[in-house]
Nanobody, 122 residues
Framework: QVQAVESGGGLVQPGGSLRLSCATS????????MAWFRQAPAKEREFVAA????????LYADSVEDRFIISRDNAKNTIWLQMNSLKPEDTGVYYC???????????????WGQGTQVTVSS
């Protein structure tokens, strides 16, 4: 069973940057993909980015593709989300999740962290 712990959230002004981390443990070979999702108040959880542990292939939501970068360190069992040019609409709780496939649906991911709050506001 994968355990994931996010960190790095906070308050940032529009146009600023934040780097989120997700430290994992307990993953197996079947837990081949990691993803970031976010959820704003009164909204559904939405896909942000995903990465495969093996090979590092990535997938992004259209809304973040030119601003966010997902990366991983296999030896450290950690993934990161570098968020640049942040906008107020990026505000929400950011979750990392582990699954077998790189998909955009949250239902495809079996294990989730507790989330970290990101607030973009002046």
């Amino acid at each position: 069973q994968v355990q994931a712990v996010e960190s790095g959230g906070g308050l940032v002004q529009p146009g600023g940057s934040l780097r989120l981390s997700c430290a994992t443990s307990g993953r197996t070979l079947s837990d081949a993909a990691m993803a970031w999702f976010r959820q704003a108040p009164a909204k559904e959880r939405e896909f942000v980015a995903a990465i495969r542990w093996n090979g590092g292939r990535t997938l992004y939501a259209d809304s973040v593709e030119d601003r966010f970068i997902i990366s991983r360190d296999n030896a450290k069992n950690t993934i990161w989300l570098q968020m640049n040019s942040l906008k107020p609409e990026d505000t929400g709780v950011y979750y990392c999740a582990a699954g077998s496939y790189m998909r955009k649906s949250p239902a495809e991911y079996a294990y989730w962290g507790q989330g970290t709050q990101v607030t973009v506001s002046s």
